[in-house]
């Protein structure tokens, strides 16, 4: 019984009447390896064939028609067989993960420590990094997109509500004002209790500690 053969999906046949070459490739990363070119010396007798019936004719004509027929069977014989070399010439460099049955390279998509692939078991220092860094590309659009008199808040006053548009007179507000530019009405809440000092909270009606009402 001839031995079964492995990567059924994931590579290419480049293989000519020439000879064979076939190349693999991680379903991971897509990164492909390619095997050294054997020369088929079925084909080079098919070609020989060919040559001299285009040449004389007559019954070398017809051994080239059967040397076709005798090549067309060879060659694919010879073909899976050096099919066969090339998976055990290329296994080492491949992995199959036994929850997904991908086959992954192993020099840069496998997870030594969970003999799983990275697809099943990502590694978990490498997600926290590409986690840190998407989370600063946000930091920097968010920053960016900020009016530029709007970037004087720091982290004491990024919580307060900004306004879209005046409690008083409903004028939209394109900036985070502190007065009205339309009726001079008051934008921002006072951070003190006019009555007793007591620090105030954002949104605050009244204070915590007197009752006093807080007026905008």
């Known amino acids: 019984m001839s031995d079964r053969i492995e990567f059924t999906r994931n590579y290419s046949d480049l293989s000519t009447d020439r000879g064979f070459q076939f190349e693999f490739f991680c379903d991971h990363c897509g990164n492909g390896v390619r095997t050294e070119f054997k020369t088929s010396t079925t084909g080079l007798v098919s070609e020989a064939l060919d040559t001299a019936g285009g040449v004389l004719g007559g019954i070398l004509g017809r051994a080239a028609e059967i040397g076709d ?79 530029g008199e709007d970037k004087h808040l720091g982290k004491e006053t990024w919580r307060e509500t900004i306004r879209a548009a005046c409690p008083k007179c409903e004028h939209p507000l394109e900036t985070d004002a502190k007065f009205c530019p339309n009726c001079g009405a008051k934008l ?27 007026e905008l």
């Open 188 to 214: 921002r809440a006072a951070e003190q209790c006019a009555k007793c000092g007591a620090k105030l909270t954002p949104d605050a009606k009244f204070c915590a500690e007197c009752g006093e009402k807080v």
């Open 69 to 147: 027929r005798v090549h067309s069977a060879a060659w694919q014989k010879a073909r899976d067989h050096a099919f066969q070399e090339a998976v055990k010439e290329i296994m080492p460099e491949f992995f199959q993960c036994p929850r997904c049955n991908s086959w992954v390279c192993r020099e840069r998509c496998v997870n030594e420590k969970r003999g799983l692939c990275n697809g099943c078991a990502p590694d978990l220092g490498v997600e926290m990094s590409a986690a840190q860094a998407s989370r600063s590309v946000e930091e920097v659009w968010a920053h960016a997109a900020m009016a």
